[in-house]
Nanobody, 124 residues
Framework: QVQLVESGGGLVQAGDSLRLSCEAS????????MGWFRQAPGKEREFVAA????????AYADSVKGRFTISRGNAKNTVYLQMNSLKPEDTAVYYC?????????????????WGRGTQVTVSS
C-alpha cells in the first residue's frame, strides 16, 4: 500500500531553518513527481514546491522562491524541503504528495497520494 510519511516539522523562530523529509513506500518512487503543499488555519491548501521524477526539474510558489529548496533522493525513496529564512506566514501543516507522472505539476487536484502532514510553526 502507498504510504507517505512526513517528518521534520517543529516550532522555530523567524529567520530559522527547517528541513522536512517525506519517506515514500508502496510505489515506484522514481516514476512519480513529488510535491509539497501547505495549509494554514482558515485557508485553502496551497502549492509550495514540486520536483520531477528524476529531480531535474523543480517549481516553487512565488512566496517561497529563494528561501525553500526541494530535492529528492531516489535511492532512499525520500523527498526533502529545505526551508530557510522562515517567516511567521510560513506557519502551516505541510503535506507531501505524489503523482503518477514524472513531470512537475503544481495543482493539488492532480496529485494521487498524500501524507498526513507535519506542523511547522514560526514565531516572530
Amino acid at each position: 500500500q502507498v504510504q507517505l510519511v512526513e517528518s521534520g516539522g517543529g516550532l522555530v523562530q523567524a529567520g530559522d531553518s527547517l528541513r522536512l523529509s517525506c519517506e515514500a513506500s508502496g510505489f515506484t518512487f522514481s516514476s512519480y513527481a513529488m510535491g509539497w503543499f501547505r495549509q494554514a488555519p482558515g485557508k485553502e491548501r496551497e502549492f509550495v514546491a514540486a520536483i520531477s521524477g528524476s529531480g531535474g526539474n523543480t517549481a516553487y510558489a512565488d512566496s517561497v522562491k529563494g528561501r525553500f529548496t526541494i530535492s529528492r533522493g531516489n535511492a532512499k525513496n525520500t523527498v526533502y524541503l529545505q526551508m530557510n529564512s522562515l517567516k511567521p506566514e510560513d506557519t502551516a501543516v505541510y503535506y507531501c504528495a505524489a503523482r503518477r507522472s514524472t513531470v512537475v505539476v503544481t495543482t493539488t487536484l492532480l496529485y494521487d497520494y498524500w501524507g498526513r502532514g507535519t506542523q511547522v510553526t514560526v514565531s516572530s
